[in-house]
T-cell receptor, first 110, second 114 residues
Framework: TQLLEQSPQFLSIQEGENLTVYCNSS?????LQWYRQEPGEGPVLLVT?????EVKKLKRLTFQFGDARKDSSLHITAAQPGDTGLYLC??????????FGTGTSLTVIP | DADVTQTPRNRITKTGKRIMLECSQT?????MYWYRQDPGLGLRLIYY???????NKGEISDGYSVSRQAQAKFSLSLESAIPNQTALYFC?????????????FGEGSRLTVL
């Protein structure tokens, strides 16, 4: 059962552009994480959001958790080639289960 | 050295063969997981273990089995591999004492079943 829908699935942009990736669910989560995965490697945690409405910034990346804790977004400002990778959202529920989104493959063209 | 180590990193095998993927961790976490990654499907949970005596099926456990040999070791077996088990497999750990449920992944084991 796929509980988390990510959009878009693929994104190819020029260096310097801005972008937003969405992670949506009909379920409420205790927390939500964003991971980035590069080819040949495992996913690496970028951020965890816990409180509804929470906004966290990590340099040029801004993460937001929806007020109802069902959805999240990742906004990248002035994308760089180093941002290229697969971005995965993952929800964690009170039953100690992790549910992953389908992923967004981002390519930033120099 | 990586905190979560998977072996082998790559494996090509034939239909019907038994395959074991191994995972060891130095993070001291009690919880360990095996995930499968396929293009467009994200990560799907195969099995998970919250301590040495605890084994639980995940979303796609059919055709797989696991063994938790110690706190630090969790292996995944394919008793009779089939081509649709060709995928990238990840082992992960998490810390139950944390409040936010974060996963730490190995580098993955790419399995090809011919």
């Amino acid at each position: 059962t796929q509980l988390l829908e990510q959009s878009p699935q693929f994104l190819s942009i020029q260096e310097g552009e801005n972008l937003t990736v969405y992670c949506n669910s009909s379920s409420v989560f205790s927390s939500l994480q964003w991971y980035r995965q590069e080819p040949g490697e495992g996913p690496v945690l970028l951020v965890t959001v816990v409180t509804g409405g929470e906004v966290k910034k990590l340099k040029r990346l801004t993460f937001q958790f929806g007020d109802a804790r069902k959805d999240s977004s990742l906004h990248i400002t002035a994308a760089q080639p180093g941002d290229t990778g697969l971005y995965l959202c993952a929800g964690w529920d009170t039953g100690n289960q992790f549910y992953f989104g389908t992923g967004t493959s981002l390519t930033v063209i120099p | 050295d990586a905190d979560v180590t998977q072996t082998p990193r790559n494996r090509i095998t034939k239909t019907g063969k038994r395959i074991m993927l191994e995972c060891s961790q130095t993070k001291g976490h009690d919880r360990m997981y095996w995930y499968r990654q396929d293009p467009g499907l994200g990560l799907r949970l195969i099995y998970y273990s919250f301590d040495v005596k605890d084994i639980n099926k995940g979303e796609i456990s059919d055709g797989y089995s696991v063994s938790r040999q110690a706190q630090a070791k969790f292996s995944l077996s394919l008793e009779s591999a089939i081509p649709n088990q060709t995928a990238l497999y990840f082992c992960a750990t998490s810390d139950p004492t944390g409040l936010t449920g974060e996963l730490f992944f190995g580098e993955g084991s790419r399995l090809t079943v011919l």
